[in-house]
């Protein structure tokens, strides 16, 4: 099994940036990958960004390119999500997964291990 624990968000103006931090533990030898979805108040949890372990390629929703950034740690085992100019409608709560496989990225239901997720809250 694999822990991810998550750790950042809060609450921030509209043009404010927060971090986000997903730290994973356990059986993490054969990671694959690592994501960041989030999900508003009666809506589906929505793909954000995804980074690949090897090679940290990275693929973001179009609604935040240019404005997140994921990156990743291979010695802490620690993916990253910075997000600058924050707007309101990206309040969430943001939830970091991970998979050992080669998925699509976008597809939620394809990632084995999910953190406990953090809120972030955008005030206009």
């Known amino acids: 099994q694999m822990q991810l624990v998550e750790s950042g968000g809060g609450l921030v103006q509209a043009g404010g940036s927060l971090g986000l931090s997903c730290t994973a533990s356990g059986r993490t030898s054969s990671l694959y990958a690592m994501a960041w979805f989030r999900q508003a108040p009666g809506k589906e949890r929505e793909y954000v960004a995804a980074i690949k372990w090897s090679g940290a390629s990275t693929y973001y929703v179009n609604s935040v390119e240019g404005r997140f950034t994921v990156s990743r740690d291979i010695a802490k085992i620690t993916a990253y999500l910075q997000m600058n100019n924050l707007k309101p409608e990206d309040t969430a709560t943001y939830y970091c997964?991970?998979?050992?496989?080669?998925?699509?990225?976008?597809?939620?239901?394809?990632?084995?291990?999910w953190g406990q997720g953090t809120q972030v809250t955008v005030s206009s």
């Open positions: 997964a991970a998979t050992e496989f080669s998925i699509i990225f976008s597809r939620a239901s394809a990632y084995t291990f």
